[in-house]
């Protein structure tokens, strides 16, 4: 059992920028590590995603250009937003699978998940 635990988020304004962090108790099964996420009424949504020993990166396009994911160490991960805006406002997940076939963006090919985040940009 992989668990994930995230921190950072908050409130921020348009244009600002925040970072936000997941560690996991163990990457050793692990081929995915990624972040989504869910704003109020809205479909859980693929922001980006890392193939775990490779480096090989992914991003969703509302996101590609502003977001960058950063791989720490072995066993942690940051996102780092800049540019953001109100659509960016949502429960910010990361998420962890041991399939070496998982669709990157698919939500249901994850097995671990992060308690989630929020992150709220006021305009």
């Known amino acids: 059992q992989v668990q994930l635990v995230q921190s950072g988020g908050g409130l921020v304004q348009a244009g600002g920028s925040l970072r936000l962090s997941c560690t996991a108790s163990?990457?050793?099964?692990?081929?995915?590590m990624s972040w989504f996420r869910q704003a109020p009424g809205k479909e859980r949504e693929f922001v980006g995603g890392l193939r775990w020993s490779l480096g090989r990166l992914y991003y969703g396009d509302s996101v590609r250009g502003r977001f960058t994911i950063n791989k720490v160490d072995e066993n942690t991960m940051y996102l780092e937003m800049n540019k953001l805006n109100t659509e960016d406002t949502a429960v910010y997940y990361c998420?962890?699978?041991?399939?070496?076939?998982?669709?990157?963006?698919?939500?249901?090919?994850?097995?671990?998940w992060g308690q989630g985040t929020q992150v709220t940009v006021s305009s």
């Open positions: 998420a962890a699978s041991p399939i070496w076939s998982t669709e990157v963006s698919s939500a249901a090919d994850y097995r671990y």
């Open positions: 163990d990457t050793f099964s692990i081929y995915y």
